[in-house]
């Protein structure tokens, strides 16, 4: 694990840390040195340098792939950081939160992915600077952590169409494109889709579907709202259901969802249930492709439920 400590280059001494919490002195900075269309190391190297002079030491520790991100979470932890602080995009964030989970250990997200959901979800600037000040200024959030099976998650599992896109996304195309190149596979995937027969049980109700997402957050795909009315602190989960099997119904459902204003629940196109324990089944001959926080890790029959952890969050004040 390639981890050495950065020693301060330039930057304006900050605002003292807000009297909400402890203050904060030192750190590990987790972060995924590709994302985001660009090489990540050298805003890294400055970040640290900037926030040594304001008083605050962290690690720099690249991620190397993978579920590393956790791994170095856990390697830190017997250490009592004061945050850790994570750039990278949803994947690596979720990453990290699993690590941290029911720790209180403060965790500072530095948006540095494709769509950034949790920064939009917490109003945490976009910003991989600005997101820094927080470490100075920020209040605490506590976010509920949920549970795919045993996979823990922040903001969503999808059972179908979503989940192949992220089970056949070309990382290379991902980095070189970003938005666009993940529009290419979700193209090439929903054109092949064939409708699976999904059983959605929700707090004992059965429910049928083609397309279901558990969602935690309001937002999806970026700013995109699904489901208008869910929380991070919440046990509960809001289950979008799409049960129609044709193409052009599920084309006019990510358009209203792109339109915005709950189009594409008023217009009857899909509905949300909500519920704090959700059981996916396919009634297909083979399982269906279910994503967490936008990896695609496991398949059907997949369990979604809250549990007593959460991890806390610097969002602005």
């Given amino acids: 694990m390639n981890i050495r400590l950065k020693l301060p280059t330039t930057g304006e001494h900050p605002r003292p840390p807000i009297p909400a919490r402890p203050p904060i002195r030192k750190g590990v900075l987790i972060y995924n040195p590709t994302a985001g269309q660009r090489d990540r190391r050298p805003q890294m190297d400055?970040?640290?340098?900037?926030?040594?002079?304001?008083?605050?030491?962290?690690?720099?520790?690249?991620?190397?792939?993978?579920?590393?991100?956790?791994?170095?979470?856990?390697?830190?932890?017997?250490?009592?950081?004061?945050?850790?602080?994570?750039?990278?995009?949803?994947?690596?964030?979720?990453?990290?939160?699993?690590?941290?989970?029911?720790?209180?250990?403060?965790?500072?997200?530095?948006p540095g992915g494709t769509s950034n959901v949790l920064a939009r979800e917490l109003g945490i600037p976009l910003d991989p600077e600005r997101a820094g000040e927080?470490?100075?200024?920020?209040?605490?959030?506590?976010?509920?952590?949920?549970?795919?099976?045993?996979?823990?998650?922040?903001?969503?599992?999808g059972a179908g169409l979503d989940a192949r896109v992220m089970g056949h996304m070309s990382l290379a195309l991902k980095r070189r494109l970003g938005r666009s190149g993940i529009f290419v596979t979700a193209a090439s995937?929903?054109?092949?889709?064939?409708?699976?027969?999904?059983?959605?049980?929700i707090d004992g109700a059965d429910h049928e579907a083609?397309?279901?997402?558990?969602?935690?957050?309001?937002?999806?795909?970026?700013?995109?709202?699904?489901?208008?009315?869910?929380?991070?602190?919440?046990?509960?989960?809001?289950?979008?259901?799409?049960?129609?099997?044709?193409?052009?119904?599920?084309?006019?459902?990510?358009?209203?969802?792109?339109?915005g204003r709950g189009s594409h629940l008023a217009s009857g196109l899909a509905r949300v249930v909500r519920g704090r324990r959700v059981e996916i089944r396919s009634r297909e001959t083979?399982?269906?492709?279910?994503?967490a926080d936008g990896d695609c890790v496991l398949e059907t029959p997949v369990t979604c439920r809250a549990t007593p952890d959460t991890v806390e969050v610097l969002v602005p004040a």
């Fill in 134 to 157: 927080l470490l100075w200024n920020g209040r605490l959030r506590s976010v509920r952590v949920l549970l795919a099976n045993d996979r823990p998650f922040l903001l969503w599992a």
């Fill in 210 to 259: 083609t397309f279901a997402v558990v969602c935690h957050a309001r937002h999806y795909g970026g700013d995109w709202v699904i489901t208008p009315e869910a929380s991070l602190d919440s046990d509960e989960m809001d289950v979008l259901l799409f049960a129609r099997r044709n193409h052009w119904d599920l084309f006019r459902l990510f358009l209203a969802i792109k339109r």
């Fill in 189 to 201: 995937e929903f054109l092949r889709y064939e409708f699976p027969r999904l059983a959605v049980r």
């Fill in 46 to 110: 400055a970040l640290i340098g900037r926030m040594r002079t304001g008083g605050i030491t962290l690690v720099n520790a690249p991620t190397m792939g993978p579920g590393h991100a956790t791994a170095i979470v856990r390697a830190f932890l017997p250490l009592k950081p004061d945050v850790v602080a994570v750039c990278g995009g949803d994947g690596t964030v979720s990453e990290v939160a699993r690590g941290l989970s029911g720790s209180g250990i403060p965790l500072a997200v530095l």
């Fill in 286 to 291: 083979y399982p269906v492709e279910v994503h």
